[in-house]
């Protein structure tokens, strides 16, 4: 692996362990057993720094996303589930810094990281109009703010608690598939 990717591996750790302010050149060549100065010679400032970890972020999880064909709602599920599951596990230091660098960095450096949710975004909501679902705006960010919730609460709170069960609810309401909502030509229970 080169210098420049130890080295932004290393930040990623450091950003996801210890927070935006704790990165540094000299922190990072430390963490990636680097000579001192190593990662400035690659990343002249922190804001470059800074940068090209959101960057590679974003590269990191476009690697990782391998989109799945979904045919059905019960396979966007079991792909959600797996996503977040993934990133609250064996990617959890990762998703922690994809986190306080979406709240510390200025909005022109965390760009690749909007683009990269933008691009998410169009895939849920491209998928759920597919399976039958309205696609409209509420039903993807609806989709999206319950994995985001698990995914955060896994990371900060219960990192074993179940998500499928949520996610499926989730999608299922969004493709109108609930089966525990009235149908049209049936009345509430109640």
């Not at 720094?49 to 974003?58: K, M, Q």
């Not at 922690?96 to 450096?109: H, I, K, M, V």
């Amino acid at each position: 692996m080169s210098t420049r990717l130890r080295a932004l591996d290393a930040a990623i750790d450091v950003v996801g362990s210890d927070g935006v302010r704790a990165l540094t050149h000299a922190r990072v060549d430390a963490a990636a057993g680097l000579p001192r100065g190593s990662t400035s010679n690659h990343f002249r400032t922190r804001a470059a720094l800074v940068a090209g970890v959101i960057t590679w972020i974003a590269e990191q999880e476009r690697a990782d996303a391998g989109i799945p064909e979904i045919r059905t709602a019960a396979e966007l599920a079991s792909a959600l589930t797996s996503m977040v599951e993934l990133q609250s596990g064996a990617y959890a230091t990762r998703t922690r810094a994809r986190y306080a660098l979406f709240l510390e960095a200025d909005p022109d450096a965390a760009a690749p990281l909007h683009a990269q949710r933008r691009g998410f975004e169009s895939w849920i909501g491209t998928t759920l109009f597919a399976l039958g679902g309205d696609a409209a705006e509420q039903h993807t960010r609806f989709v999206m703010a319950t994995c985001d919730g698990l995914l955060l609460h896994r990371l900060t709170v219960d990192p074993a608690a179940s998500v499928s069960a949520a996610i499926a609810l989730a999608v299922a309401s969004a493709v109108g598939d609930n089966p525990g909502a009235p149908q049209d030509d049936q009345p509430p229970h109640g």
